[in-house]
């Protein structure tokens, strides 16, 4: 009987230590800044996260283990999370809610406002990230929730595309995993009004003259169609005649890069003088 009893506790003691097993991440939510880090073991930050935690201060601060999780999850409010993690009573990490447990049903405009406080309580993330947490990070991983300035989120806060009134599927988080993302397909572009344009010589003195030059009627966009900066690189002389390459490179929030090249030409000054002797 007591070998029985031993064995007994023995399996549960072994469940209880593959469930709430040593996880290689620990993680820390900073409420002012909006951002998560997940930390190695050893102290390393790994990882961070835009996140929007609880307006008016309804994400409680402390440390505490995870204990659950779940594909979809039934939120207030009668919406739904994708990749779900409980942090303590009914404070999860989540996906920005969507109005029904459809990838393609997302509630909009509170995926627009990661970054900031907003949430009933329940931290808010994108789709990628809360199922990296989801993934990652096994039941029992630690959660210090605190009250912190951007000194204490050592890799920055990341920032995330934003869905406004370009966006070709406005109903999808561009950063779901699922194979049925439209926005897979989909990646950064830049247009320009002119493939060639010309210039007599030392018509720009400075470098940043000709940068100035070289950006007007070039634009770069988003994944979702967002007007983002670009920069255009080039060994061109503006005091030195001659045919010279231009190329265009901009990256957005989801790490998508695009480029686009172009021609620019230096005209020898004394096409200016013969053109006025004429």
Not at 13 to 34: E, G, M, P, W
Not at 145 to 151: H, K, L, Q, R, T
Not at 169 to 191: A, R
Not at 231 to 242: C, F, K, L, W
Request: contains cysteine; glycine residues 6%.
């Amino acid at each position: 009987m007591r070998r029985l009893a031993f064995l007994t506790a023995l399996i549960l003691l072994l469940n209880v230590r593959l469930l709430y097993a040593d996880s290689d991440y620990y993680i820390k939510v900073n409420r002012v800044t909006n951002c998560v880090t997940v930390y190695s073991a050893d102290d390393t930050p790994v990882k961070a996260m835009i996140c929007s935690v609880g307006a008016n201060g309804a994400t409680p601060t402390g440390t505490y283990s995870t204990s659950e999780k779940y594909r979809w999850r039934a939120l207030f409010g009668n919406e739904y999370g994708q990749y779900c993690t409980r942090i303590t009573g009914h404070i999860l990490f989540h996906s920005a809610p969507y109005f029904s447990q459809n990838e393609n049903d997302l509630n909009t405009e509170n995926y627009n406002m990661l970054g900031e406080a907003d949430s009933l309580g329940c931290i808010r993330l994108t789709a990628a990230d809360a199922k990296w947490i989801y993934d990652n990070c096994p039941v029992g991983v630690s959660v210090t929730i605190f009250d912190g300035s951007e000194a204490d989120d050592p890799l920055g806060k990341p920032t995330a595309i934003k869905l406004g009134s370009n966006a070709p599927y406005p109903t999808w988080d561009p950063t779901d995993p699922s194979e049925d993302n439209p926005y897979n397909g989909l990646g950064v572009k830049i247009t320009s009004e002119k493939y060639v344009r010309a210039v007599y010589q030392n018509s720009y003195q400075t470098a940043d003259e000709l940068r100035e030059y070289l950006k007007y009627g070039v634009k770069a966009f988003d994944t979702a169609g967002n007007e983002i900066d670009f920069s255009p690189e080039t060994e061109a002389d503006p005091s030195v005649s001659g045919v010279y390459n231009v190329t265009y490179t901009a990256e957005d929030a989801l790490g998508r890069s695009g480029s686009l090249k172009t021609v620019f030409i230096v005209l020898p000054s004394e096409l200016i003088l013969n053109a006025s002797l004429q």
